[in-house]
């Protein structure tokens, strides 16, 4: 029997890429890279750069952050490092496609000082503040940025003085401070209310951004205290009430409104152009408007006011007294060209739509399936 010995250049393109792909890319490269002007070119393919998986030792490790990665950097999108590799790999280049790093064989605490940006937010009411939140966040000595965005239930008012003594503290770094926090405080038993200048007194020697407050006090015995900072930066609020009538909310595109009192006409006349990219909006209110609609006399004729939410997408009435079903599902109060979810207690949508017999398009439902 003859045999016969065939080397790797002797293979056809087609047959060593299905070879390749079945090898490691990082052995790969490391094998390949620079032998030949068509190995080199397989190496450097964008299936064999785009996900790196690095565990290699010291004599490899310096040959990638000198020679290799310097020259295929812009084609990875993800990264697998060790901790102990990864600070040399992510310095050895930019990497301005990658998108995904993984780690292995860490512990969260050696992650955490590594972090230089931070984001942290939730739209649910939280009681793990104390004992979870903050000590997370004391864990990122090197943040320079954070966002922080959350609703706490706690016996005592989150203030600058908080912040500064209990979290800033532990962040030298630290120059860039996004963020909504509403402590929610049961006050039934009280009438010792911090006022909103008690609270903005505590931010005097602030080195952040401007700050605003605002307080509510509701019937069910809780109190809702609101810092945040200014302008507003968040695509979320939570409990916005009549106290914030008069600012501008420019980014929030999801809207929880909730008070004791009416909004009226006017406030959503307001909200319309406080919150122009808004598109998902709950209203939980279920107390009757007084003042339904703007009226302006012009030759002896009433010219009603229309709204107008040009991005509205979702809206949500489930909680809302039928003045406020009235307020944006006729058509002649509100304009709503993209709505196109709703959410509403079936006895309201009858009243409003006449048993169903009004027009679809006076009801703004014509774009509801």
Partial sequence: MNCRTAHLLDLSDEILLIILKKLDSVDVLYSLFNVNNRLDQMARSINNTKFLNFSMNNVQLNRFCCEILPQIHHNIVELTLEIFSMERILLACEYPNLTVIVLTNFLPGILLQYLTEFSLTSYLLTYAYDCRILSLLRRMPNLETLTFGLDIVRSSVIDGLHLN????????????????????????QTNNFLTANDIKNTFLNWKYSSVNCCIDHF???????????????????????????????????NLWLFDGRPFEHDFFEWLSQACPSLKHLLIDNLTPQANKRQVTIIDDKQIFSKISYLHLFKLNLAEAHIDYVEQFLCYTNTYLPTLHTLAIQYDKLVTISNNFTNDVKQINCNQIK
């Fill in 219 to 253: 019937s069910d015995g809780y109190s809702y205290y609101h810092i945040y900072s200014t302008p507003f930066q968040m695509t979320h609020f939570t409990c916005l009430s009549n106290s914030f009538h008069g600012q501008d909310f420019l980014y929030v595109t």
């Fill in 165 to 188: 003594e209990e979290l800033f503290i532990h962040m030298k770094y630290l120059n860039k401070f996004i963020f909504h926090i509403c402590t929610v405080l049961r006050t039934y």
